[in-house]
């Protein structure tokens, strides 16, 4: 049925026109415009049975790309092909013997004389450029590749351990509406208690198997002043994970506070293999990397800590690296590169 009404609303637009400038009685116009509709089904019909044959005679491949593409073109000429003939026919049965130039109103004299005036015109160097951009534009289309609509191997976050190296922790579900806002693919939520303190560090991440359908990251720096926490400061800062695939890199780090609690936040964007600290810089890459890798995935991953009143930001930094270098040995797990 998806078929049918893909072809249905051109062709019955064109028999419509066609009805329009058709010069005979009202009846043969109406019969031109509701022709559409058996028509659609019959051509789409012998294009599915002429396909079946193709792909049984020479491979799936033909039911596929752009010959599938160009078959669809080749029917709809066809449709158009038989209402006009069926508009010279009912001429011809009406014992009119008008031409389907004349049958349709459409005058050609002296298109040929007014199209090749377009050579004449000089070539400015805007039409030349305008040009230029245009083939550019449908190469990139044209050679970019299919996005991969099959998510990379991946473990689920349903599967992330509670227990890592003597931390131990819970999974939080996120409320439904938060969750909406979000649009994840999926998501951690957990807070982790360590040996040495019983102070959390909170582990979230969310991935999105898509970006560019409406979905992708949301920057911390939107959604915690909409939490009731101010940014106290925002900086690069880099940190050193040599016992993990990331090695050394950077990450935004964050001091928040809300009335007398104070945060430490640590959190990057996850892209296909390369961390960002800006989220605008995390767009542009997945617009890249869509046209050059097909790949739109991606994550944000962050660490929260409470600074207590009773011990300094490098304790609460010595404690939130400490999980960091944890979980970041089997991250790439969860988000592939």
Known sequence: MGEDQRYLFPILSFSYLTAILYRGP?????LLFLFAAPLTV???AFRIGV????VNSYGIEHAEGFLHFFEGWVIFGACVAILFLTAVLLQRLSGSHLSLAETIDMDFNGLGTEAARVLSFPASRALVASV???????AAFVLTPQANNEPPLRDSFSLFPSRIDGWSGYFRTLEPDVEEVLGATDYANSAFVGPDSDIPVEFFAAWYHSQTEGEGIHSPEVCLPNGGWEIFSLDPYEVSMPDTVYGTFTVNRAIVEKGFDRQLVYYWFEQRGARMTNDVVAKLSVLRDTMIRGRSDGAMVRFVTR???????????????ALM????NILPRYIPE
């Open 307 to 321: 600074i207590d009143p009773n011990e300094t930001v490098d304790d609460a930094t010595r404690r939130l690296e």
């Open 51 to 54: 396909i079946g044959v193709l």
């Open 325 to 328: 270098s944890r979980v970041l």
């Open 26 to 30: 009202f009846w043969h116009k109406a």
């Open 42 to 44: 019959f051509m789409n």
């Open 132 to 138: 230029a951009l245009c083939f550019a534009v449908s």
